[in-house]
């Protein structure tokens, strides 16, 4: 009989196997434990184990602890796997991750099969935004610069120094959120404003948050900053956060 626990979770898995071998020797209190190490492991001492009972107890349990990191141990017990499954005696096994060839085979053949798993790492912002190729969250600057947070935008924008991220896309994300207030200020309808109905009614709220021709000239601030940047007028990084501390 085979008791097998695997996954990336080692330590939960010997744990597991410890409450079971605990378990079954309160039931067969005549029982005998034998811990196997690497050196224990042969085609002859596979078989003993198999067809043997304790000298003064009915059955053994034998626990193993990562014996598949040994690749010819792993090999040893797979060839036997079926001979260890049919044994009175009980196998107990902890490993690490399996090979689909290998589990498939003990998943034939064992009693009860149990994976543990690491629960995934949480991933921060930075670590999200990498994971989709990007390096600041356009949404979180559209967001600021609608809400006139003067603060969340400057603390945004030292974020953009330190990933290097162009001007030009900071500068784009800008010149987007404006368009898109004074589009859903003017417009009755998002169809009117070529826009999907939730980003028409966020940016007419935040169009709110500025006064009467406050939008167009910031959008014709965008522009300017813009083409004096790439004239070599201005520093375009400079004139950003100038355009962000003057908000």
């Known amino acids: 009989m085979i008791y097998f626990y695997y996954g990336t979770d080692v330590e939960t898995a010997r744990k597991k196997a410890k409450v079971t071998v605990d378990s079954l020797l309160v039931k067969k209190p005549d029982a005998t434990l034998v811990k196997i190490g690497d050196e224990d492991i042969s085609e002859s001492r596979i078989a003993e184990l198999c067809l043997t009972q304790a ?10 602890y990562k014996t598949f ?11 036997n796997i079926k001979d260890i499954a049919k044994s009175e005696n009980i196998f107990i096994f902890v490993e690490g991750k399996m090979d689909k060839v290998s589990f498939t085979k003990i998943e034939k053949n064992a009693e009860k099969v149990q994976e543990f798993l690491k629960p995934k790492k949480a991933l921060n ?3 999200l935004l990498a994971q989709k190729g990007e390096k600041i969250d356009f949404f979180e600057f559209s967001d600021a610069l609608g809400k006139r947070d003067k603060r969340e935008l400057w603390v945004l924008y030292q974020d953009v120094l330190a ?7 900071v500068h784009g994300i800008f010149f987007w959120q404006v368009k898109s207030m004074l589009l859903a200020k003017k417009c009755k309808t998002p169809e009117e404003a070529g826009m999907k109905p939730y980003p028409f009614q966020k940016a007419r709220e935040y169009s709110r948050n500025y006064k009467e021709g406050e939008l167009e000239d910031i959008s014709f601030k965008l522009v300017s900053m813009y083409h004096e940047a790439h004239r070599g007028n201005t520093d375009f990084f400079v004139s950003l956060e100038k355009f962000i501390l003057e908000l």
Request: hydrophobic share 30%; aromatic share 12%; net charge neutral.
């Open 69 to 79: 990191d040994n690749k010819n141990n792993k090999e040893i017990i797979l060839k």
């Open 163 to 169: 990933e290097q991220v162009p001007a030009e896309e």
């Open 55 to 64: 000298l003064f107890s009915n059955k053994y349990i034998v626990y193993f």
């Open 125 to 127: 912002k930075k670590e």
